[in-house]
């Protein structure tokens, strides 16, 4: 066949195809986004976006059960979601092969943390396969399911940010024709009462041994000695490419693949073919600790930062202390643009609103939502974890109240974080009564990675018509009257149920529902009956504007300020005619315009 650009996430969903994937679940999350929406894409595999990665790695363990191939994937955070019953199936062992994907965001591009994921693979007891590139990714998963089936284990695929998205060619292959293995009724390897979890705990230890084994004997591992012997790097996944990319072929590497188990035995006769060996790897020094445990000497992060994304340049300038050489800009001039919501985001007329509220905390989440807390409208104060808002200022308007601290907490997050966690915090909230105005954000999709569907869009993965699950009926099936929905960009109407919740709140717990779609939405059927939008523009009266720059605070990016005039601009490009700016300009100086192209 002819060779495909791919990127890492597309390649991973062409090697489930080829492996014969049946069942594909997991949660969007960058870096790892684009591998379902590309697993979907294929009609022989049934592909579904799960409230959380629990959900999804909890639905794949069950077709894999079942007897056929399956496949979950979510970022590096989302493990932590999804810890608990892969811990427990890597007891069990599989039907149909499971394979899992984490993939790590090195730098933190769009994430809360840099976790290196690789420590999970020992601390599971599972083995751990790393690509390189695309072509890696799709070759590597597609045989990940023969490893799952001759091993009787998950196995986990980490990848990381730079191999999820760059592109290289990638030679396709067929279909292979994996026939789902009929279920038999096994307590002794599916029930995991303690008796069956002690005798299947045992067998683990001989599974270890196998699999380091074939880990010293792995086409994944190999000793490339095309170049001098006086260096050797031990070396894997994107880290390859830029060791490559600085040393070419004037070095010996160990590319490896598999990396749990670590093939010492291989590394030991690496380290004894070359004079010096570096240990080049992001993140935490995992291979390293192994290999200096083993008594192997080598350098790596006495060398090699721990911290953030390396790239060939850092690699370049700790190893050869050269500096790299290219064009080089003066910082100074770069004009600094902090992140901001959308021009139109319905999340603005929350926030504008919510952050004149004195003594007031305004606790975060997971989501677009996040830059409420930057300049000009310094709303939210703390966030931890996604789905964590409404229990964590839980937590917080306890102490308060313990404390003596009169203050009044505000918890927000979107309608997917709702579905993904939400709802369990919520019961906390409800359960212990808590005094928390919670705020679930619902703009109508999962806005933060790219508009995948959830269960309140109506529609699945694929496109098919699915149940709305609507969030004011299960707040109300949860037990809560004190409920009320509004439209976030009618500031009058979002002050007034502010006032309300903040009255209602002294005898316990409030839920607002702010409900208009993301400004960038395409609308679903649903949504054009139930929300009358006429796309238009505003413009500015220059006569009537005062120069006072009261729009500018509610931080849309379609607004500028003229500093020669001393007037206030907006950018029709940008701007989709909310109104929000209107409503806040004391000279009445905004009008809504002309319908927009």
Known sequence: MTKQLMSGNEAVARGAWEAGVAFASAYP???????????????????EWAPNEKVAMEAAIGASMGGVRSMAAMKHVGLNVAADPIF?????????????????????????????????????????????????????????????ERFDTPVMFRMTTRVCHSKSLVEPGERYPFAAIPYVKNRAKFDDVPIAAKRNRLKMPERDRRLLALSNDCKYNRAEYSGSRKVGIVTSGVSYQYAKEVFGDAVSYLK??????????????????????????????YMENQIKAAGIDC???????????????????????????????????????????????????????????????????????????????????????????????????KAFALSGQDKTVVACMGDSTF???????????????????????????????????????????????????????IVRALGLERVRTVNPLHLDEMKKALDWAYTEVREGPVVLITRWPCVLKRLSAED?????????????????????????????????????ERKAAIDPMQCVGCTVCAQVCPQQAIVKGAKKA
């Open 29 to 47: 999350g960058t870096p790892s986004t684009e591998i379902l929406e590309n697993v979907g894409t294929y009609k022989e595999i049934v592909a």
């Open 88 to 148: 427990t199936f890597a007891y069990m062992g599989v039907s149909g092969g499971m394979v899992f994907v984490t993939a790590d965001d090195p730098g933190m591009h769009s994430s809360q943390n840099e976790q290196d994921n690789r420590n999970y693979a020992p601390f599971i007891k599972i083995p751990m396969l790393e690509p390189s590139d695309s072509q890696e990714a799709k070759d590597m998963f597609r045989d990940a399911f023969d490893l799952s």
């Open 256 to 285: 490896l693949g598999l990396t749990n188990p670590l093939p010492i035995d291989l590394i030991r006769e690496f380290r004894a073919r070359v004079e010096t060996m570096y240990v080049i790897e992001e993140l935490d020094p």
């Open 299 to 397: 350098i790596g992060k006495e060398k090699i930062p721990a911290i953030d994304e390396l790239n060939p340049n850092i690699i370049r300038k700790a190893l050869l202390g050269e500096e790299a050489r290219g064009v080089q800009g003066d910082p100074k001039l770069v004009v600094p643009r902090p992140p901001a919501l959308c021009a139109g985001c319905p999340h603005r007329g929350f926030f504008y609103e919510a952050a004149k509220r004195k003594d007031t905390v305004i606790v975060g989440d997971i989501g677009c939502y996040a830059l409420s807390g930057n300049e000009p409208l310094n709303a939210k104060d703390l966030a931890n974890c996604m789905g964590s808002a409404f229990s964590v200022g839980h937590g917080l308007s």
């Open 419 to 473: 579905f993904h966690t939400g709802i369990n915090a919520l019961e906390e909230v409800i359960y212990n009564d808590s005094h928390l105005i919670c705020c679930v954000l619902d703009n109508r999709i999962t806005g933060m990675t790219g508009h995948q569907e959830n269960p309140g869009t109506g529609y699945t993965l694929k496109g098919e018509p699915a149940t709305i699950m609507d969030v004011g009926t």
């Open 528 to 564: 054009r009956r139930e929300f009358r939008m006429t796309p238009a523009q505003c413009t500015i009266d220059r006569k009537k504007c005062i120069g006072c720059k009261k729009c500018l605070s509610t931080g849309c990016p379609a607004l500028s300020f003229d500093t020669c």
